[in-house]
Nanobody, 120 residues
Framework: QVQLVESWGGLVQAGRSLTLSCVASGSISSINAMGWYRQAPGKQRELVAD???????HVADSVKGRFTFSRDNAKNAVYLQMNCLKPEDTAVYYC??????????????WGQGTLVTVSS
């Protein structure tokens, strides 16, 4: 079993900052891609930022320059520092990882999601 545990989101005023974290735990041999997605009310889930091992980081155009994505491979963790938040950033944010387990199964794992609400 592999789990992704996300930090709490919350309510924040527009223009303020918030940092999300996600840690993977369980029967992990290695993690390939790991990142963040979000789903706003009435919209499809979209990629915010992710990176695969040995590859460059992908960041959505809508958050470039405002959000900073980082990954700590030693901790099996990813972080999303969100600055200059806008009401349109309101969404449920999901952590995602492609995990090779210790029994050599490849799993795509999702976190439970954390709600970020940005008030105007």
């Amino acid at each position: 079993q592999v789990q992704l545990v996300e930090s709490w989101g919350g309510l924040v005023q527009a223009g303020r900052s918030l940092t999300l974290s996600c840690v993977a735990s369980g029967s992990i041999s290695s993690i390939n891609a790991m990142g963040w997605y979000r789903q706003a009310p009435g919209k499809q889930r979209e990629l915010v930022a992710d990176t695969a091992s040995g590859s460059s980081t992908h960041v959505a155009d809508s958050v470039k320059g405002r959000f900073t994505f980082s990954r700590d491979n030693a901790k099996n963790a990813v972080y999303l520092q969100m600055n200059c938040l806008k009401p349109e950033d309101t969404a449920v944010y999901y952590c995602n990882a492609g995990v090779l387990t210790q029994t050599y199964r490849y799993l795509e794992v999702w976190g439970q999601g954390t709600l970020v609400t940005v008030s105007s």
